[in-house]
């Protein structure tokens, strides 16, 4: 609700009154305007609410926009929202009677509203663009999560973009399309992780020959790629305290790799030892991501192994661009100024530790805090 209201709302006034955005309510608390979902209004205009989002979202095929009609509204506090993944579930979220309210009202950035809009066309479109001209101005807004199913096709296709879509999104048929953009979000995730960033360099860093490195990293992807799938689906506990205990672990994960950087020895290296290690390791990691995975897509979505699959090929993807940047150069200093290398390892591997080290007591009071 608030990507369609926030934007909307009035100006303090010298007498400390501000006027609401529409379907909305607010009052002073403790010196902080609060907003909150304004049922009556919502009652006596439920698809005026509806034409904030038919507004905002643009569809248009062949350069021609599309005029959108209001059929359907419903608000609901965000952990009362029914299942919205699949046709079906959008299907039966509209299907109930009326507006349900709920005491006291909600606040607004509690809220979600479910709005169903018909775009009539004169053919049935192949392929369409989507794009939106909401901008509420909202802290963190660049992140957001866009999800768009389409079943224009026997088999539905799934799309993921972040942002605010001010750029229009081509939605096709094509498979490949809708997992590319799954693609692009793993190679994000890892590159915007510098958690798992920094683990990646240490990993590098300890690698002197091509054959070390192929071990390490081929563990670390077999780890990760186990544990996605297994905490994507669940597999995994749900208490409050597992979250902020992988967190930690990841931290943890990152001096360790630091540490056999530094006593990393080309002549005595197992190279089975750090296969293993680094795979245990990456199952750590594995779990991190399927965190993320699961605020992008639900478990009953369509086509799920495609979109797994393909987050997990942009994992990598992002993974092999730190190595392919930064082990040439490192091969470089071990091989034209060798007395040089040592130092290098160092100035790289300190830093990485008490960066690490900080994550760690921060991550474990958070894993105290949980329990």
Request: proline share 5%.
């Amino acid at each position: 609700m608030p990507y369609l209201v926030a934007s909307l709302a009035g100006d303090e006034q010298p007498d400390g009154t501000k006027e609401p955005a529409p379907f909305t309510t607010n009052a002073l608390v403790d010196g902080e305007w609060m907003h909150y979902v304004d049922y009556a209004a919502i009652e006596r205009d439920a698809l005026g609410l509806g034409k904030l989002a038919a507004v905002g979202h643009i569809v248009s095929s062949s350069n021609i926009e599309l005029v959108p009609e209001v059929k359907a509204v419903r608000v609901y506090r965000g952990i009362s929202q029914p299942p919205f993944s699949t046709l079906k579930e959008a299907e039966r979220a509209f299907k109930t009677g009326e507006q349900e309210q709920v005491t006291p009202a909600p606040f607004v950035g509690d809220s979600v509203v479910d709005v169903q809009l018909f775009y009539p066309s004169a053919e049935s479109l192949v392929s369409y663009q989507l794009s939106s001209s909401l901008d509420p101005g909202l802290e963190g807004q660049e992140d957001t999560a866009n999800l768009i199913l389409d079943y224009a096709d026997a088999e539905p296709t799934i799309f993921r973009i972040r942002g605010l879509l001010k750029e229009p999104v081509a939605i096709s048929r094509s498979t490949w399309q809708a997992a590319r953009t799954f693609v692009v979000e793993g190679v994000r995730h890892i590159l915007a992780g510098y958690d798992h960033v920094l683990f990646v360099v240490c990993l590098v860093l300890g690698a002197s020959l091509i054959t070390s490195l192929a071990w390490r990293i081929t563990g670390f992807t077999i780890g990760h790629s186990i544990t996605l799938t297994l905490g994507f689906f669940g597999y995994v506990p749900s208490a409050a305290w597992f979250i902020p205990l992988i967190e930690t672990g990841i931290a943890v994960s990152i001096i360790i790799a630091a540490v056999m950087a530094l006593n990393a020895s080309q002549s005595k290296e197992n190279y089975m030892s750090a296969f293993v290690l680094t795979m245990l390791i990456g199952m750590l990691h594995g779990l991190g991501f399927s965190f993320v995975l699961q605020e992008i897509l639900s478990v009953t979505s369509s086509n799920i192994w495609i979109s797994l699959l393909s987050f997990n090929v942009g994992v990598e993807i992002g993974q092999l661009a730190i190595v392919l940047i930064l082990w040439p150069v490192l091969y470089a200093i071990s091989k034209f100024m060798p007395h040089r290398f040592n130092m290098v390892k160092w100035v790289m591997a300190i830093p990485c530790i008490a960066i690490a080290a900080y994550w760690t007591g921060e991550r474990t009071l958070g894993f105290l805090n949980a329990i």
